[in-house]
């Protein structure tokens, strides 16, 4: 059984930074992607950032694709980061880590093509 443990979220102001982690127990071989998404209050889960490996394959939003980074421990391959610099009010969500092993690159953006999700760490940014 898969399971995704999210860390890392708190308070932080405008312009700060933050790094999420997502340590997952459980995965068979060596190969599989985690996604990250978001959810603010009254809005749909949207997709953040994303990384498939080995290569790796790495994906973003436009809205952050500039700021954000996801990577991974390259001790500990079985955690992976996200990195948020220069964070704005319109980030605060709470954030989820969603794994897959058998995602095809097509779909990372696709938060139904994940099939193990972690429980949130919620990120807020004050203004």
């Known amino acids: 059984q898969v399971q995704l443990v999210g860390s890392g979220g708190g308070l932080v102001q405008a312009g700060g930074s933050l790094r999420l982690s997502c340590t997952a127990s459980?995965?068979?071989?060596?190969?599989?992607?985690i996604g990250w998404f978001r959810q603010a209050p009254g809005k749909e889960r949207e997709f953040v950032a994303a990384g498939r490996w080995p290569g790796p394959s790495i994906y973003y939003a436009d809205v952050v694709k500039d700021r954000f980074s996801i990577s991974r421990d390259n001790a500990a391959k079985n955690t992976v980061y996200l990195q948020m610099n220069s964070l704005n009010p319109e980030d605060t969500a709470l954030y989820y880590c969603?794994?897959?092993?058998?995602?095809?690159?097509?779909?990372?953006?696709?938060?139904?093509?994940?099939?193990?999700w972690g429980q949130g760490t919620q990120v807020t940014v004050s203004s």
């Open positions: 969603a794994a897959s092993q058998t995602i095809i690159l097509s779909q990372m953006r696709n938060p139904g093509a994940y099939g193990y």
């Open positions: 459980g995965l068979t071989g060596s190969r599989y992607a």
